[in-house]
């Protein structure tokens, strides 16, 4: 079966770091994505995985393990514009073939 | 450059109704893809499409069904509406088929409401 888990809500303090958590299992693995969701637009693209390890991007970094099903999304230095949706999603394919498998979202309030 | 534009953002429907949403992806893209964003079960994969044909499809029952024309507009069609097909219609663009996110700009979506 397919499977994302990440949490429902967070709530995180302003200047603080938080740490959003995704775990997986998915019949394929080609990649993991984290998107940002603010109320009522688009999501947008904050990062990609493939291989092991941290991807660094100013304020956001994302980590993986594939051994361990298991992805993280940090965001440091927390401003109020932070509070959105976070999406973790798989790409469950190669190739051509590829679709995005996503979780349901994490909700984070950021609070002065 | 412009977005990726969808039509109407906002509809009410009433069951047993059919309806028609509109995607025009970025200029250049070939590739549409639809998902559909509800609060239980997030984003959930409908189908894509690349040059009019399509490519991947999800699990969803036939009544959802989709096309892309050759300037790369996407619709999709939802006939005999359901409650439950009350939902948030996203479709993104891409350049390529199957990137599966690669790439991928998300329009804002249309808000259907079934009642």
């Known amino acids: 079966g397919q499977n994302i888990d990440q949490p429902t809500e967070m709530t995180a303090t302003e200047g603080a770091i938080v740490q959003i958590n995704c775990t997986y299992q998915?019949?394929?693995?080609?990649?993991l994505f984290w998107y940002q969701q603010h109320a009522g637009e688009a999501p947008t693209f904050l990062s990609y995985?493939?291989?092991?390890g941290l991807e660094e991007k100013g304020r956001f970094s994302s980590f993986l393990s594939r051994s361990k099903g298991y992805s993280y999304l940090l965001l440091k230095e927390l401003q109020m514009k932070d509070s959105a949706s976070y999406l973790c999603?798989?790409?469950?394919?190669?190739?051509?073939?590829?679709?995005?498998?996503f979780g349901q979202g994490t909700t984070l309030q950021v609070k002065p | 450059k412009a977005g990726v534009t969808q039509t109407p953002r906002y509809l009410i429907k009433t069951r047993g109704q059919q309806v028609t949403l509109s995607c025009s992806p970025i200029?250049?893209?070939?590739?549409v893809s639809w998902y559909q964003q509800t609060p239980g079960q997030g984003l959930q994969f409908l189908f894509e499409y690349f040059s009019e044909t399509q490519r991947n499809k999800g699990n969803f029952p036939g009544r959802f069904s989709g096309r892309q024309f050759s300037n790369s507009r996407s619709e999709m069609n939802v006939s005999t509406l359901e409650l439950g097909d009350s939902a948030l219609y996203l479709c993104a663009s891409s350049l390529a088929a199957g990137t599966g996110g690669l790439g991928y700009t998300f329009g804002s979506g249309t808000r259907l409401t079934v009642v």
């Open positions: 995985n493939v291989l092991d």
């Open positions: 998915t019949s394929g693995f080609n990649g």
């Open positions: 200029s250049g893209h070939r590739s």
């Open positions: 999603a798989v790409r469950d394919g190669p190739g051509n073939t590829g679709k995005l498998i």
